[in-house]
């Protein structure tokens, strides 16, 4: 196996966790730890924005609502900017599943949602 394949690899298991809500964010380590995800952690968009400049992750797995701003409005900016990057949107607000979609999510999941679900999406959008 080449260094680039051991490097692509690595990339693929990237996950940036946007989430101001210290439980739900303990609950996406639980299950994004256990399958050997790298996984980083902010909790508003400008962090997030900053994180981006610096980290290409695979995946971010966006909350809608957060100290500074709404996640749904922060997804064409990501998808305009880092299109190859995925987003899973988590909302309480299931209202926000139409404009998230729209905006360019990948998908959506309404809190709380079924883990086997979860990361069925995560594998799908990974492959």
Do not use: C, H, W
């Amino acid at each position: 196996m080449t260094s680039t394949t051991k490097l692509k690899r690595n990339v693929a298991k990237k996950v940036l966790v946007v989430e101001d809500e210290g439980e739900m964010g303990l609950v996406l380590d639980m299950i994004l730890n256990e399958r050997k995800f790298k996984l980083d952690y902010v909790n508003n968009l400008l962090s997030a924005d900053e994180y981006l400049q610096k980290q290409k992750p695979s995946i971010i797995i966006l909350d809608n609502k957060l100290p500074d701003g709404f996640g749904v409005d922060f997804i064409s900016y990501v998808k305009k900017k880092y299109p190859s990057i995925k987003i899973i949107m988590i909302s309480g607000l299931p209202t926000a599943r139409d404009v998230a979609l729209e905006n360019g999510a990948d998908r959506f999941f309404d809190k709380p949602f079924a883990l086997d679900e979860f990361q069925k999406a995560i594998d799908q959008l990974l492959a």
